[in-house]
């Protein structure tokens, strides 16, 4: 074998090692913005006044029983007795189905306070509002 031969075979095999990590790291820089182009917000605001109907409380929170955020979410609320009125989402009821669905957002927990959806458990964006609303202490 010659040395033209043996350098020649070593740069295309580099090449080659080059051109799958290049493709790999395409991949997963097109799969990361994507995640990132599909993240929901931190919260929103909307016309609440569909969700209030016929209800004293003015913070509430739509959940399941199995979520850990939710239930984070409530015990934050208790902790700092704030009132609130939960809505599961998994129990069958047609009209808090419709309610959550209004809401044009996936995941749960679901805050909302005012005119202001939160998502998620986000504890800064909870008391800034819950402030605002001059419902914390």
Not at 50 to 69: F, G, L, M, R, S
Not at 87 to 104: F, K, M, P
Request: proline share 3%.
């Amino acid at each position: 074998m010659t040395t033209t031969t043996l350098r020649q075979k070593a740069f295309d095999a580099f090449s080659l090692v080059l051109m799958i990590c290049l493709g790999l790291g395409i991949g997963y820089g097109a799969n990361y913005a994507w995640s990132w182009y599909q993240q929901e917000p931190a919260s929103f605001t909307i016309d609440s006044s569909a969700h209030y109907q016929n209800v004293d409380q003015k913070v509430i929170v739509y959940t399941t029983q199995w979520c850990p955020y939710c239930k984070q979410t409530k015990a934050f609320l208790a902790e700092n007795s704030v009132p609130f009125l939960e809505r599961d989402i998994e129990l069958g009821d047609a009209h808090i189905d419709q309610l959550y669905a209004s809401l044009d957002s996936k995941g749960i927990p679901k805050v909302i306070i005012g005119d202001t959806v939160i998502n998620g458990y986000n504890v800064k964006l909870l008391r800034q509002h819950l402030e605002q609303q001059q419902l914390l202490q």
